[in-house]
């Protein structure tokens, strides 16, 4: 089965730097990865997804992923992150259709 | 979009009571649906997979007995936790899954307090 682990456990950044969570699965085969992020007191959203093609994924919200297959990563960017972007952020990856998750990276932005 | 519901956001109950959680799919048909567990500050842990019209599949270290789920019909799965205690206290999340390559829509969750 698929895993995933992020090693970002806690990023603090000011608005306007650059963002980048780092992504990395375990399974050479076939690969679909998602990132979601969890705003505080609100569900999960789906923020991208990877399934194939172009490696470069943009999402909502003005993130990014890029898959590379060969460093096994999908790490998530944002060249200039709001105050808005405080949330949790979980790395994903199916196996059928059940979900593993990463241990998740929280995002604190100070004005 | 799709939109998955649960009821209720939040219960307190006392140890030894049992509580009921409610997951819907509002707008689709959901033949499966999952059950997460998520602890403070901690990632989302599969805990199950609902199946409608057949037995529930528990991730390991899951007890079934413990954390009942029945798929009513196409739109509902309920999970009971039963004789709920302290360490069951979390927040209770279901999703389900969309179209291909959609991934899944998750429910807002369920916070448990056990007292």
């Known amino acids: 089965a698929q895993s995933v682990s992020q090693h970002n456990h806690h990023v603090i950044l000011s608005e306007a730097a650059s963002l980048e969570l780092g992504c990395n699965y375990s399974?050479?085969?076939?690969?679909?990865l998602f990132w979601y992020v969890q705003y505080p007191g609100q569900h999960l959203q789906l923020l991208l997804k990877?399934?194939?093609?172009?490696?470069l994924v943009k999402g909502i919200k003005g993130f990014e992923a890029e898959f590379i297959k060969s460093k096994f990563s999908f790490n998530l960017r944002k060249p200039s992150v709001q105050w808005s972007d405080t949330a949790e952020y979980f790395c994903a990856a199916p196996t059928g259709n059940q979900f593993y998750f990463g241990t998740g990276t929280s995002l604190t932005v100070i004005p | 979009g799709a939109v998955v519901s649960q009821h209720p956001s939040w219960v307190i109950c006392k140890s030894g009571t049992s509580v009921k959680i409610e997951c819907r799919s509002l707008d689709f048909q959901a033949t499966t649906m999952f059950w997460y567990r998520q602890f403070p500050k901690q990632s989302l842990m599969l805990m199950a997979t609902?199946?409608?019209?057949?037995?529930?599949?528990?991730e390991q270290g899951v007890e079934k007995d413990k954390f009942l789920i029945n798929h009513a019909s196409l739109t509902l799965s309920t999970l009971t936790v039963t004789s709920a205690h302290p360490e069951d206290s979390s927040f209770y999340i279901c999703?389900?899954?969309?179209?291909?390559?959609?991934?899944?829509?998750f429910g807002p969750g369920t916070r448990l307090t056990v007292t």
């Open positions: 999703s389900a899954p969309g179209l291909a390559g959609d991934g899944q829509y």
């Open positions: 399974y050479g085969g076939t690969v679909n």
């Open positions: 990877y399934f194939s093609g172009d490696p």
């Open positions: 609902s199946n409608e019209g057949s037995k529930a599949t528990y």
